[in-house]
């Protein structure tokens, strides 16, 4: 019994991990109907970001996010300006054939900075660390750390869409780009900052994945399939479904894991597809 | 007394198709001026040629004695000259209060507040937690319009306000903008009924097919004129 107990508790935390892969997919596609491709290349990317970080200064990996984030945060702001804005048209083609054009630009720049080695971030023991929560069943604090880090980026993405200003004009410009203009609203500059954030949290996302296990230049793909599947089976609602779509996700991989160690990722995808043919518009649709 | 806002041999396009060829219009502050046409004149056209949605020439828009034409929309507000658009376009994922709030975006200063809006509109401070296409037609007209003057515009320009309303709703409406307009407001009033567009404004301008066909004091035209103007021969 435990043991599933057990099983269903690493789930829960890895899901944290997913959805922060997740929610910059969902709130790009949410305001801007653009699919980012290289959304899981650019997960890696801040991984070695954070790993440059962590040897090149000598910092911890937690201090590393604080050069990490903002890098990302400036990135993610000129991608869009630069690029994805242009992309933008009815034609959602358009965008999904530049951000795969990203994915391989930067696979390919990983590749030939950092070869194709495995890469881990280093954390001075905290991947191994754990706390004893019962007879014979203990958590890691590592991803207690990384599920408490989803819920807060959560609460606060759902703040700041819910109550500030810029949320605001985030769902307004997502309603009506142009009736949104006539408000004075600069929709370029609006999209940047989606993409801001969006990639931003890729900077914590980055880090994290770095530490908890090892990765690679080519490993993006897989992890956009995750986020992918998070954001779904979630259903496109709100930040709290994509959160519970990673926790769904996370769980079903840990189980599968138990009955065969090959089975993990299978099991996510079987899931994911019974989702889709049980419950298209996921577990937390929008409501209107 | 000089114009607040005037156009030039205002000429505009979507792609290769031309729907305005030349207009010259002009309004000064404090005056409400309409512009009546039949469907596909180009009245929307023009008023978008206005808000910067569609790309124009420099001088072919002037307001304040400055050539703003070719601005982009979102900078256009700024500069004191609100919308609202035909099919009032209210975001359906903001509450009432929300909507109202989106016009206030560009922080122009002025006397507009939410209160005030409620004070012109009280029914929508009852509704201000409903999504704002919740609401009916009429009081969806009267979120937009309110939208509109969160911006504090010195210019207000309104689409075929009273499209698909009823009668009674329609003066409802326009009751309220007279008493927002006898406070000093310049307004553009786009309208289908020219009985109500005499009625509202000091001007008249009538399109057709992309030009002025008719313009003078809405008292003095004759209804064999405006008629003419309107359909043609
Ligand atoms: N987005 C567009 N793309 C192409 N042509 C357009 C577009 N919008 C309007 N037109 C054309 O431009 C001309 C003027 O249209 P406009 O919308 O300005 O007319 P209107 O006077 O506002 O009519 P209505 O009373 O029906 O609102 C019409 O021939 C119309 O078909
Ligand atoms: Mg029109």
Not at chain 1, 270 to 280: E, G
């Amino acid at each position: 019994m435990t043991i599933w107990i057990d099983a269903i508790i690493q789930g829960v935390l890895v899901g944290g991990l997913y959805a922060l892969f997740a929610m910059g997919l969902s709130l790009m596609f949410g305001i801007m109907r653009l699919v980012n491709v290289a959304h899981g290349d650019l997960v890696i990317l801040m991984s070695f970001i954070g790993l440059m970080v962590v040897e090149g200064l000598g910092l911890q990996p937690f201090a590393a996010m604080a050069v990490v984030v903002p890098i990302a945060l400036c990135m993610g702001y000129a991608l869009q300006r630069g690029v994805l804005n242009h992309t933008i048209s009815k034609d959602p083609l358009r965008s999904l054939i530049v951000t795969f054009g990203i994915s391989i630009v930067i696979q390919n720049l990983l590749l030939a900075f950092h070869s194709a080695d495995t890469r881990a971030i280093h954390s001075a023991g905290l991947e191994s660390q754990s706390l004893p929560i019962a007879e014979n069943l203990a958590v890691g604090v590592l991803p207690v750390i990384m599920f408490a880090t989803a819920v807060m980026l959560t609460a606060g993405l759902q703040w700041l869409f819910g109550s500030t200003r810029i949320g605001r004009a985030f769902r307004a410009t997502s309603d009506d780009d142009g009736a949104a203009a006539l408000m004075g609203i600069n929709n370029a500059h609006i999209y940047a900052l989606a993409t801001a954030i969006a990639i931003g949290i890729l900077g914590v996302a980055g880090v994290f994945h770095g530490m908890r296990t090892t990765f690679a230049p080519t490993d993006g793909p897989a992890l956009l399939i995750y986020a992918f599947q998070a954001v779904i089976i979630g259903g496109m609602g709100s930040f709290w479904g994509t959160l519970a779509g990673g926790v769904l996700l996370g769980i079903a991989q840990a189980i599968g894991a138990r009955i065969d160690p090959g089975w993990g990722v299978l099991a996510g995808h079987l899931m994911f597809v019974a989702v889709l043919l049980f419950k298209p518009n996921g577990f937390f649709p929008k409501t209107r | 007394m000089s114009a607040l806002l005037s156009t030039h041999a205002l000429k505009a396009w979507y792609g290769d198709f031309q729907a305005l060829f030349g207009i010259d219009f002009e309004i000064r502050a404090q005056e409400i001026v309409a512009i009546i046409g039949a469907n596909g004149a180009g009245k929307s056209t023009f008023l978008k040629a206005i808000t910067g949605v569609l790309p124009v020439a420099p001088g072919n828009v002037v307001f304040k004695g400055r050539p703003i034409g070719g601005r982009k929309a979102h900078r256009v507000v700024a500069e004191g000259i609100a919308m609202v658009p035909e099919g009032r376009r209210l975001f359906p994922s903001l509450s009432v209060e929300e909507n109202l709030c989106m016009g206030a975006y560009a922080k122009r200063p002025g006397p507009w507040s939410l209160e005030k809006v409620y004070g012109l509109f009280p029914v929508l401070k009852e509704k201000r937690k409903v999504p704002g296409t919740a609401l009916s037609g009429g009081q969806q007209q009267m979120v937009a319009i309110g939208r509109a003057l969160m911006s504090n515009p010195e210019l207000l320009i309104c689409d075929e306000i009273s499209l698909g309303l009823a009668p009674t709703v329609i003066k409802e409406i326009y009751a309220a903008l007279e008493r927002i307009t006898r406070d000093g407001l310049t307004a553009i009033i786009v309208e289908q009924d020219v009985l109500t567009a005499e009625r509202v404004s000091q001007r008249l301008y009538c399109f057709q097919e992309g030009r002025v066909s008719l313009q003078g004091n809405s008292r003095d035209l004759t209804h064999e004129q405006i008629s003419h103007a309107y359909f043609g021969v």
